[in-house]
């Protein structure tokens, strides 16, 4: 076989290419057969199965890369959790009967007093502030930043990603100390992130999860959660800086109280009580709303 015998030689390419053109011409030689009326239809129908093609693989590439980066995120601060926690040691716990004592709920079940390197985490970025935990469902570094922008898109180890970061409002006196602390948190769809906050929807998943763990620095406080609601996303739920502990206290009593879906086990907060408002995004597509779980400190536990 010479060079030239080689080189005419049909490639699985070419012959494709000739299979779609004897299509495309029977095809062309059918629709000539109706009539125009016919035609018309028969081209249209065609067009909008193109166009729901081309819909449905671009919907598929999207999602496929949205997957990827879930995947990449998670990763990422699972390597982050992993990197600042100390081991427990002594094996420390604390045990009860699983009532209401006091000003605390007692756990019926030992657990480990969980604790991090918070000068570590400082180191990388000096923007953190502490860190939220609440068993084996979050687990995330807190930052406070310059804006409310910058961390949405960002997380707690300055690299752009679509998780972002759980991050305090920039505007709050005290910051984690203040009377009101707003905290931010994307909801994704893989419930990582505050993506849990909107299983509060339901009174019986607070029941089982009516604590988070905020570590202030390096002590930690066990909060309790009070309120959990939808609420608008500029409106007086977002207020913060209170001039005195009668407006802090107006402010729970007369805005968070009265929307809370239900109740929980804490009934009163007094003025020297800190709280959190840890908010998310909804999960009904309305952009002006978000959810909110409130969330009142008590115990120190480090």
């Avoid at 984690?176 to 994307?186: P, V």
Wanted: aromatic content about 12%; proline content about 2%.
């Amino acid at each position: 076989m010479s060079i030239n015998d080689f080189g005419q030689k049909e490639g699985p390419i070419k012959r494709f290419a000739l299979w779609i053109k004897d299509k495309v011409k029977e095809d062309i030689e059918e629709l000539r057969s109706h009539s125009k009326q016919y035609i018309v239809k028969e081209l249209i129908r065609r067009l909008v199965m193109v166009g729901a093609l081309l819909v449905f693989t671009y919907s598929s590439y999207e999602v496929s890369g949205m997957i990827l980066d879930y995947k990449e995120d998670k990763k990422e601060y699972q390597n982050m959790e992993e990197m600042f926690e100390i081991p427990n040691i002594d094996g420390s716990s604390d045990s009860g009967d699983g009532t209401v004592k006091g000003s605390t709920i007692s756990n019926s079940n030992q657990e480990n007093v969980w604790k991090y390197d918070y000068n570590a985490l400082v180191n990388m970025n000096p923007d953190a502030v502490g860190w939220i935990k609440q068993e084996n469902i979050i687990s995330y570094p807190i930052v406070m930043g310059t804006d409310n922008t910058y961390y949405l898109k960002h997380n707690a180890a300055h690299r752009e990603n679509g998780a972002g970061s759980i991050f305090v409002d920039y505007r709050i006196d005290g910051g984690l100390d203040g009377w009101n602390c707003i905290i931010y948190g994307h909801d994704m769809k893989d419930y990582s992130m505050f993506g849990s906050l909107t299983k509060y929807m339901e009174k019986s998943y607070a029941d089982a999860h009516p604590t988070f763990d905020i570590y202030i620095g390096d002590v930690g406080y066990r909060y309790y959660v009070f309120a959990a609601y939808e609420t608008d996303a500029v409106g007086d739920t977002y207020s913060y800086n209170f001039v005195d502990e009668g407006e802090f206290i107006n402010y729970v009593n007369l805005v968070c109280m009265p929307q809370r879906r239900y109740e929980t086990e804490i009934k009163e907060i007094v003025g020297t009580d800190k709280i959190v408002t840890l908010s998310t995004c909804t999960r009904n597509g309305r952009n002006e709303r978000r959810f909110v779980v409130q969330a009142v400190r008590r115990e120190q536990i480090t």
